[in-house]
């Protein structure tokens, strides 16, 4: 089937980009929902197929290869053309869904979880990047809500769908229900999104794609492995961290020499986009922190099981859904935006400072206040940098820009969660040594994240040192982000505000009704 610009035009009417984006919704949700789901059923499939060794591997398996070709499929979108990438991707993706579904030890389920990973690295971009073509940047803030919503939903539903579809339906459809959702976005960008074919000429960057791979999978594999299976000064992460330097290096050192890179080091030109890209790259850091050690507070301090530390998190997931849509209606209504990363790096401070003043005596209420704070600030800053970013380059770069941006917040995440970690770990260690001698050690080797029903059996001397580790431990970690964050206000302040492209219903140059049919014609 033949895509042509008047296709494209047509693609631009208001109930088609409703129904694209109604996909592209769900293959975001896919993406993000995934890892939560299968999250909550581990303990089954570890007790159907074994292997509890390799357990970690089931989930990073999936984020290294997530990791990994999230960059390349930004480039085959740009070369080749945005919907037959993004539709590959959907489809790998299920195939790697329906094949973990039927694993039958846990060697196989891990691959199959990688295939999955990869096809999962080319949804997130290619929402972003077909987002980013149909809709003009300064129309795009209307449905910076609609992501936030579904990452929101992601995060709060997850846990919820994955324990209930575990007891009921039993583990394997936590891999099968992605295939109904995917093959009805599957059919809707089939039959709905036209948008022009596109043929380059050029290869593809074979040596970058693997010298980028072998880079990204390295950082991955420190933040990793790094204090847990391996200590932070072991032979093992060093070795890793001389091959990613390397690796990233010898990548730097090709691009400036290949014809079609796989990442162009132009676009970091733009002063815009590298602050975006440092923005994005500590929000991930800061927000995937959060979202770990709070629920670790909530259940070991304050009393709550762990499906409602899911919910008790409502107060920063609903903030940011909000801050989230108020952002993007003031952007398209005036174009205006650098006041968002501001605003966002100022509250995210003062959020992440006030959660570490969090104590065992701290109220509900009163973290839920403070969780409001962060989540406001995280709102300012989530969707922002990805449109800021993308009006940044030229419409050709789209998709490396998309993808970019996205692993720069992926490899946040990736620390945040590593180094956060390690300093939480640390300090519930010290403090239960201190408080509890012997039987402190006892409790931290069985687990540092002891949930309410455990906490409750220890006797009560080691339940209260306990408690007061992990507060110990949150303080450390969130005051560790607070600093993290400073340097995203210090980042905001130097976006150079450049005019939104596209502003509402502003006729095109060929006379056309919209804005839309013209990005859609440059594509």
Not at 96 to 113: K, N, P, V, Y
Not at 114 to 135: C, R
Not at 187 to 210: C, E, F, N
Request: aromatic content about 8%.
């Amino acid at each position: 089937m033949a895509d042509t610009v008047e296709e494209g035009k047509q693609g631009k009417q208001p109930r088609s980009v409703r129904v694209v984006l109604l996909a592209l919704m769900i293959a975001m949700m896919l993406a993000m929902l995934d890892n939560m789901i299968v999250g909550t059923a581990m303990p089954t499939i570890v007790g159907e197929l074994g292997g509890l060794e390799h357990l970690s591997w089931v989930v990073t398996g999936y984020t290294l290869a997530t990791a990994a070709s999230t960059p390349v499929w930004g480039k085959l979108g740009d070369m080749f053309g945005r919907k037959g990438a993004f539709l590959s991707s959907i489809v790998i993706f299920l195939i790697g869904s329906a094949l973990s579904g039927m694993a039958q030890d846990m060697g196989q389920l891990i691959g199959f979880r990688a295939v999955q990973g990869l096809g999962a690295g080319g949804l997130m971009v290619g929402v972003m990047a077909i987002i980013g073509d149909l809709i003009p940047p300064r129309e795009r803030g209307k449905y910076q809500g609609l992501m936030a919503g579904v990452m929101a939903l992601a995060m709060i539903g997850g846990p919820l769908v994955g324990g209930t579809i575990t007891d009921n339906w039993g583990w394997r459809w936590a891999f099968y229900i992605n295939l109904p959702l995917g093959a009805v976005a599957l059919a809707l960008v089939t039959a709905v999104l036209h948008l022009p074919r596109k043929r380059s000429k050029a290869g593809i960057d074979y040596l970058g794609v693997v010298l980028l791979t072998v880079g990204i999978t390295s950082i991955v594999l420190v933040t990793t492995w790094g204090g847990t299976e391996y200590a932070w000064t072991s032979a093992r992460i060093m070795e890793l961290i001389g091959i990613g330097v390397a690796a990233l290096i010898g990548f730097v050192f090709w691009q400036t020499r290949v014809s079609e890179p796989v990442l162009p080091l132009h676009i970091f030109k733009s002063r815009n986009f590298t602050l975006m890209s440092l923005i994005g790259f500590i929000t991930g850091f800061v927000m995937f922190g959060a979202t770990l050690f709070l629920p670790l507070y909530q259940q070991a301090v304050q009393g709550a099981s762990a499906t409602n530390s899911g919910l008790l998190l409502l107060p920063m997931l609903g903030a940011m859904l909000v801050t989230s849509i108020i952002a993007g209606r003031i952007t398209t209504s005036s174009g205006r935006y650098k006041i968002f990363p501001i605003v966002g790096g100022v509250l995210m401070v003062i959020g992440l400072y006030l959660l570490s003043l969090m104590d065992t005596d701290t109220t509900r209420l009163t973290s839920g206040l403070y969780m409001v704070v962060v989540g406001a600030g995280m709102g300012c800053l989530m969707q922002i940098t990805m449109l800021v970013a993308q009006n940044s380059v030229q419409m050709k770069d789209m998709g490396v820009a998309s993808s970019s941006t996205t692993l720069f917040r992926t490899l946040g995440s990736s620390f945040g969660v590593a180094i956060m970690g390690a300093l939480f770990n640390h300090r519930v260690q010290d403090v239960m040594a201190e408080r509890a001698g012997a039987l402190g050690k006892g409790v931290t080797e069985k687990s540092a994240q002891l949930d309410a029903a455990s906490l409750a059996k220890l006797p009560a001397a080691a339940r209260e040192a306990y408690q007061h580790a992990v507060s110990a431990g949150t303080h450390s970690a969130f005051l560790l982000g607070a600093v993290i964050a400073v340097p995203v206000l210090i980042a905001a302040l130097f976006v150079k505000e450049v005019p939104l492209k596209g502003g509402p219903q502003k006729p095109s140059a060929d006379g056309s009704d919209t804005a839309p049919a013209a990005v859609v014609e440059a594509v």
